[in-house]
């Protein structure tokens, strides 16, 4: 018993040793970073991004033509995110439409990539007024659902402006810019 005990001594304080000795040094050749990877790792992040923004939009909700209107976004994620959008688009006659989506973000540069192209998909509900005014509850709602693309430019790793296309139902296809800032 008592040399077990003995060898269990030895092996505990002889362990930290081996361990220290056991690490590699780390040569100059990975410390030095190539041009490649010093871009790239301006495309991502290494912490969630919080993102807030609003823009313009053009959509064919009007058999008529084109409907105008405003959104306001708001998102978590890097890489891929989620989120919230709300719209409003007037025809500037009779048709009043209020869009309330959840979407789903995902950016193609990468896992942790804030900025670039991306694919999103946006799903939620439509409230579609008929009338002068907008009123809850609307003359008609309907389930929407889109898949969008764009491009997200970020200035000064804090602002951004981002083109974007999307093609769904009720609406036909819809052209938009945002800008924002992200935290």
């Known amino acids: 018993m008592s040399r077990k005990f003995l060898l269990l001594v030895v092996l505990l304080i002889f362990f930290p040793i081996f ?18 990877e010093k871009d790239a790792s301006k495309l991502t992040s290494d912490r969630p991004d919080f993102w807030l923004g609003v823009g313009g939009e053009t959509a064919f909700y009007s058999a008529k033509g084109l409907s105008y209107g405003y959104n306001f976004a708001l998102g978590y994620g890097s890489g891929s995110s ?13 048709l009043k ?10 950016y193609t540069f990468g896992k942790n990539a804030y900025n670039g192209p991306f ?15 907008l009123k809850i509850p609307s003359s008609t709602g309907i389930l929407n ?29 819809d052209l938009g810019i945002s800008a924002g800032i992200r935290f």
């Open 119 to 133: 694919i999103q998909i946006l799903g939620g509900a439509s409230l579609i007024n008929y009338e002068d005014v």
């Open 97 to 106: 439409v209020f869009e309330v989506d959840i979407l789903l973000r995902f």
């Open 145 to 173: 659902l889109g898949l969008g693309f764009g491009w997200r430019y970020v200035y000064f790793n804090r602002l951004y402006l981002e083109p974007a296309i999307r093609f769904g139902y009720p609406y036909f296809m």
């Open 82 to 94: 989620i989120g919230l959008k709300g719209s409003f688009f007037s025809n500037g006659e009779n």
């Open 19 to 36: 361990a220290i000795y056991a690490q590699d040094e780390t040569s100059a050749e990975d410390e030095t970073e190539t041009e490649a």
